[in-house]
Structure formats: C-alpha cells, structure tokens
C-alpha cells in the first residue's frame, strides 16, 4: 500500500464545532386513515447534542501540555483528563525525552507540575499526572469498535497555542482502520481512525469526541506530502478502545505493548516541536 508521510501535531488539541443534529420528523396524528400509532419507546435514544453543547460539557476535562528539556524551545501539546485526581492522558511524542514537564486547565495560565507516569513510544500514549488536585471533570470513553465511516466528529485541544481554553472543529470519520507511516518511514501504525476534521500544531493528544460528547480517540497525526502540495483535512486518531487497553500498563509505571501491540517506535519519524518548515507541525 501507498506510504502516507505523517506530521505529528506538536501544540494543543483541535475540537469539532458542526456536529450534525437529529432531523426533526413531522408527527402523523394517530387519528389517520390507515395509519397506525407510533410505537412508543420505552427508553429512546437521547439525540446527539450540539457542538456547543459538546464543547462546554467537555473542555473543562483537556488541558494544554507543555514539555521542556532545555535543549530547544518546549514543545506543546493536548491532554485529556481521564480521573478527578488529575491522570491525563496524552501523545508520548509530545512529552519524550522532557526534564519538565507541566499542564494548564482550561481556560488557565497557571502551570501546574505533572510527572510522567508511563509511556508506551510503540503506541505513541504517555500518561501523566498532576498532584494536589481534586474533583477534576474526567473525559468518558466510547466504544469504539462502534464508529462507523460517515459518523460526526468533533476534534478538541491546543492547536498553536492561540489561548488558554480549548479551540474546536468539527467534521466526520472519513475511514477505519488506516494505517500510517511516520515522516521517515522509522515508525507505522494501525487500526487508526481518518477524520476531516481540522486539526492542526498542538493537538497532539487531544480529543476526537463523537456526538454525544465522548471520546472515541486520541488525536495524534495528519498526512502530508513529500513531493507535492500537503494533504488538507486528513488527520490520525488512536482509536479510544487501544486506549484504555493501554491503561494498566502505564499506570504500572511502564507501557501497554503486552496487551496491545503495534508497530515500531514512532518518535523519529515526527518533525521537532520548533520544525515549522514544510511539513513540519
């Protein structure tokens, strides 16, 4: 198969801000000729919020992420708050190799402290943590074995670092089970999810939330081209299910790779966080 060369996205999380609502239906009085009564449901389904809704139900669980080594100016990134105790989740490319590294709230400037708890390079995951806090909101986790091509998306984080609360845009699953080479080919990855929607430098480890506000990936990359013009709206995400297959391992203080392997380490074939040349993101 064609190899696709893959930018990593190095600031803040992109969110969706479209999702596609429920069409109203017109009621038929029951009253009708030869029409019977609709069939009542004991428990229908709720209909999928709005982007608005989405967005202010969720932002308060993603966090902008900033790692430094020292060496070059710190790279940033998105995370998502997964327990009110503040474990977050977020891409090992944003946080590897970090001496520090500290995370912001939504809608905050204050730089809180997170250590590095685990991280799977394989996987591209890292889990980190922040100390002395409580009663954090948490991001829920979707099945995600049941995204279909064509569902409605809404992606969120820290794109370029514009500000200190969430950006978002909105789009749809444009395919399953992609698989993606990183920049130099040193790095390939499986099963993800393509989607159209925005995502740009610092989404990295942001939300792909679907229609009820969930989270049914991980924002992790976008596709390029090495000898033409860039692809436009064709983004990565790790699907939520590999996700939490990941979660007892790095909470060990080591990766998931026994429970869900993948493919080779991905971290050299991702442009530095400072790249901003070419296809670098």
Request: charged content about 5%; proline content about 7%.
């Amino acid at each position: 198969m064609a190899t696709i060369a893959v930018m990593a996205l190095l600031v803040g999380a992109v969110t969706g801000a479209g999702v596609l609502e429920a069409e109203n239906l017109h009621s038929v009085p029951a009253s009708a000729a030869g029409v019977a009564p609709p069939t009542k449901v004991a428990n229908p389904p709720a209909p999928p919020a709005a982007a608005s809704q989405i967005v202010k139900s969720v932002s308060p669980s993603i966090v902008a992420v900033t790692a430094a080594n020292g060496n070059h100016s710190p790279d940033t990134g998105t995370g998502m708050i997964i327990t009110s105790t503040g474990q977050i989740l977020t891409n090992n490319h944003v946080v590897e190799g970090a001496t520090v590294i500290s995370v912001a709230l939504n809608g905050s400037t204050t730089q809180l402290p997170a250590v590095l708890v685990g991280a799977d390079p394989d996987q591209d995951v890292a889990l980190l943590q922040i100390t002395n806090q409580t009663g954090l909101a948490a991001v829920a986790f979707a099945d995600s074995t049941q995204v279909q091509v064509g569902d409605p998306v809404v992606a969120i984080g820290n794109p370029l670092a514009l500000g200190d609360s969430a950006s978002v845009t909105s789009g749809i699953i444009s395919a399953l089970n992609r698989q993606i080479t990183a920049g130099d080919s040193t790095g390939t990855f499986t099963g993800l999810f393509q989607t159209n929607a925005a995502v740009t430098p610092g989404n990295s480890g942001g939300a792909l939330l679907n229609s009820s506000g969930q989270v049914i990936g991980m924002n992790t990359a976008i596709a390029g081209s090495t000898d033409g013009p860039s692809a436009q709206n064709i983004g990565f995400a790790i699907p939520s299910n590999q996700l939490e297959a990941l979660m007892s391992g790095l909470e060990s203080g080591g990766d998931g790779s026994s429970s869900n392997p993948a493919g080779s380490d991905p971290s050299g074939g991702y442009q530095s966080p400072d790249g901003y040349g070419g296809l670098a993101f």
